[in-house]
């Protein structure tokens, strides 16, 4: 995801934040960490929250972890670890894998995620 720092605010914890808005009345609020990674993501429509995300990261900034929350918003209902078995000669991730642990409805049969990338150096 790309943003314009200029749109960009940040709380008092200096984590920068930006609300985008897709259909009317749906909006989501996205917080960001001081690296620019997405860590929560709130879910609205018209004006009362539908659902959450949150997102974690390790040290070289790579998604480890993200979860879920609909209706109860305190228990997910899902939440997928992420592993990084292949990379190229520069660090570059090449392959990810994802492994989802579900806990109901809305998100039950989503297949694990598996991603691949091919990166061209010029």
Known sequence: MSYNTND???NPDEQ???ELFYVKGDS???KYNVAGNIIEA???HDGKQEWRGTYKYNEKHLLIEEAYFYGDLKKPKSKTSYHYPSFD???N???????IKNFGPPRDGITEPVALREIIYY
């Open 42 to 44: 709130n879910g609205y």
């Open 28 to 30: 989501v609020f996205y």
């Open 8 to 10: 960009l605010k940040r």
């Open 93 to 99: 991730w090449l392959k990810r894998i994802g492994d």
């Open 89 to 91: 000669l520069k660090g």
């Open 16 to 18: 920068l934040r930006k």
